[in-house]
């Protein structure tokens, strides 16, 4: 059972990145899919959060109207486009699958800078 990140980096400020998730192990189609993020000295945030079914997406106040999560169940993966970056998008990204169990990522890290 794994879950890789993938897609993150170096942009400038009002770049865009696009965030991957690619699941094994298991089938992430009845899992709800998230994204946090934790920057240095800060605590951890739900960034997004997309349900199994049905439902709608969330987004953190911080991030509405500038990310967008989206699955591909076929693929096995979520995604997490990310546009207008802002220098306090900066994080180590994770993904996170529940459904009874609880499975993370290991991370991908994202800096906006110029």
């Known amino acids: 059972v794994q879950l890789v990140e993938s897609g993150g980096g170096l942009v400038q400020p009002g770049g865009s990145l696009r965030l991957s998730c690619a699941a094994s192990g298991f089938a992430l189609s009845r899992y709800v899919m998230s994204w946090y993020r934790q920057a240095p000295g800060k605590e951890r945030e739900l960034v997004a959060r997309i349900p199994s079914v049905g439902g709608s997406t969330n987004y953190a106040d911080s991030v509405k109207g500038r990310f967008t999560i989206s699955r591909d169940n076929a693929k096995n993966t979520v995604y997490l486009q990310m546009n207008s970056l802002k220098p306090e998008d900066t994080a180590v990204y994770r993904c996170?699958?529940?459904?009874?169990?609880?499975?993370w990522g290991q991370g991908t890290q994202v800096t906006v800078s110029s």
């Open positions: 996170n699958a529940r459904w009874g169990n609880d499975y």
